[in-house]
């Protein structure tokens, strides 16, 4: 392995970058408070590249991309993702942390998603975009149910993000690939591991969607992410993985679905970023609506409701302008529709 290159990514993870992205024949960049910039302008060799994908126990004549965990020698571990570009070859990675913000330092509705973990079963998903922030919150709930919970909690991720140390609650943490062949025989075996709390790393085909319904059913807590940017895009997108399963999969969803936390990441006033958020917590009429798949009266109930559990969009981008948190620019680029942003800082519902 290059030393220079070990010596460099160690250097620019300890310098608080989020990513490091190097790419035979450019120079290596980094991503630091959402911003990509170069690091230094000196181009990483094909040799160095093949050595650290080596390192990584990947030939790059025999696979063109892979999704490993790495460890620095002699520092942290890195989730690493090896891919070919225009054929050369590249790998973004970023750091597996020990340490885990609270929901709180987050600026998570805390209250709200402690209460969804003290749930014995159902399905909780947290959507979002690459790069939202996905894996830190729901890493962040599932810290706060291992300080205050006795539960066992089995995790199936693609690969490790967060290492969990037993408190409370008792860990099994299973890499893809490593520990499962795939989300879907990784959730059916996890199923005879006495589980009380299943972390799904991602949802991604009808197979795995399904399997986690019934896993909620039959008395497990079961919390997963989609690749999403809002509520309704949401459970349009599982609707659609479910049809091709079973008729009564939706009924299924209405029933077992706690609710849905969607988020993305914006700059933040003084620098750092803050999660823009949209919440449903699934009760009442919403089960009904979204057995009938009315989604348009999802939106409408959630642009409504002013209590701590469903918030849209668009009300919490106001809010935060109005707070001091985002200026205003960033807001209205972050809405669906920018338009109705500027009616609500006019007071215009």
Not at 9 to 14: L, N, S, T, V
Not at 197 to 224: K, N, Q, W
Request: hydrophobic share 40%; charged share 20%.
């Amino acid at each position: 392995m290059n030393s220079a290159l070990t010596q460099l990514i160690r250097d620019a993870f300890e310098g608080a970058a989020t990513d490091v992205f190097i790419t035979e024949g450019e120079p290596p960049r980094i991503r630091r408070e959402g911003e990509v910039i170069t690091l230094h302008p000196g181009a990483v060799t094909r040799d160095a590249l093949e050595q650290f994908w080596q390192s990584c126990g990947i030939d790059p004549d025999m696979h063109p991309e892979a999704d490993v965990s790495w460890r620095i020698p002699h520092g942290g571990r890195l989730r690493v993702n090896l891919y070919h570009t225009l054929g050369r070859l590249a790998a973004a990675m970023r750091p597996i942390r020990n340490e885990i913000p609270t929901l709180e330092m987050l600026g998570l509705p805390a209250e709200m998603l402690q209460s969804w973990m003290r749930r014995r079963n159902g399905l909780i998903l947290v959507t979002g975009p690459t790069g939202s922030g996905k894996s830190t919150s729901v890493a962040s709930c599932l810290d706060w149910i291992n300080h205050d919970l006795a539960r066992h909690v089995v995790t199936l991720e693609d690969p490790i993000e967060y290492l969990f140390e037993n408190k409370v609650a008792f860990f099994s943490q299973r890499e893809i690939r490593q520990d499962s062949e795939s989300f879907a025989t990784g959730l059916r075996a996890a199923l005879r591991q006495s589980p009380d709390v299943i972390f799904l790393g991602e949802i991604r085909d009808p197979e795995t969607a399904l399997t986690a319904l019934h896993a909620a059913e039959t008395g497990h807590l079961v919390i997963s992410t989609l690749h999403s940017s809002n509520v309704v895009e949401t459970l349009d997108r599982f609707t659609h993985l479910l049809k091709s399963e079973s008729s009564g999969a939706l009924s299924l969803l209405a029933a077992q679905l706690v609710g849905i936390l969607s988020q993305q990441l914006l700059p933040r006033i003084g620098g750092g970023l803050i999660p823009a958020l949209e919440y449903l917590q699934n009760e009442a009429a919403t089960r009904r609506w979204i057995l009938d798949h009315k989604l348009p009266e999802l939106q409408d109930h959630l642009q409504k409701s002013t209590g701590g559990v469903n918030c849209s969009l668009l009300n919490y981008l106001v809010a935060a302008v109005q707070q001091g948190f985002i200026n205003p620019e960033t807001a209205r680029s972050a809405c669906p529709r920018p338009q109705d942003f500027d009616r609500a800082m006019r007071g215009i519902s």
